[in-house]
């Protein structure tokens, strides 16, 4: 499967706990986005980057939350210190990038957040 | 900045009806326009979409969509819905040059019965 990739798949963790998500994006795609969508909500954007440089970050990103793309392929999100409000499903998105660009994201199936 | 009304949250339908889910936008400035689904368990895939050119736009599963400036309104449409359709709907905008970053609206939940 050459989708993009995301780990864990869900993931039951306590308030106060460190947490981290990893996506794969689709080889040799340049953009990588991450989503959060909570229940009954659309996806609301939270952050993108254009290889490792991260190039825009949502005001929903607050200073608990950290992104990163080292090497300009996969990408890690981490939750510090998670409240229950974190609860979401976390969805990550790649693009070609460039002028490769269609305007299509292509989304992973998500990592579920659940805080107790 | 952009923003996405879905103004019907559920939407249900007779197998072979026809539907129509609806969406507005808001934008001060030029947008592209999406329609992604999820199907039960699975991650969004895009459905359709409008960059430039002819506004009407259609799936290769037989929906379409018409883009409509003046009513800021891109309406998915489909003349015979099949069970399979039974899904989420989320219509999206970004803005023409802003990153493909979306704004999604909060979804219809297409509900197709026999």
């Known amino acids: 499967d050459t989708g993009v990739s995301q780990d864990p798949r869900h993931k039951i963790t306590k308030r106060g706990q460190n947490v981290t998500f990893r996506c794969d994006p689709i080889s040799e795609h340049n953009r990588l986005y991450w989503y959060r969508q909570t229940l009954g909500q659309g996806p609301e954007f939270l952050t993108y980057f254009q290889n490792e440089a991260q190039l825009e970050k949502s005001r929903l990103l607050s200073d608990r939350f950290s992104a990163e793309r080292p090497k300009g392929s996969f990408s890690t999100l981490e939750i510090q210190r998670t409240e229950q409000g974190d609860s979401a499903m976390y969805l990550c998105a790649s693009t070609p990038g460039l002028a490769l660009d269609t305007g299509e994201l292509f989304f992973g199936e998500g990592s579920r957040l659940t805080v107790l | 900045a952009q923003s996405v009304t879905q103004l019907d949250s559920q939407v249900p339908v007779f197998e072979e009806a026809p539907v129509e889910l609806r969406c507005n936008y808001s934008?001060?400035?030029?947008?592209?326009l999406f329609w992604y689904v999820q199907y039960p368990n699975q991650g969004l895939q895009l459905l359709l979409k409008y960059l430039s050119g002819s506004t009407l736009v259609e799936s290769i599963n037989g929906f379409e969509a018409e883009f409509n400036k003046s009513q800021t309104s891109f309406h998915l449409r489909k003349p015979s819905v099949h069970i399979s359709d039974t899904a989420e709907y989320f219509c999206?905008?970004?803005?023409?040059?802003?990153?493909?970053?979306?704004?999604f609206g909060t979804g219809t939940q297409l509900k197709v019965e026999l």
């Open positions: 934008s001060s400035v030029s947008v592209y």
């Open positions: 999206a905008v970004s803005k023409q040059g802003g990153g493909n970053k979306l704004t």
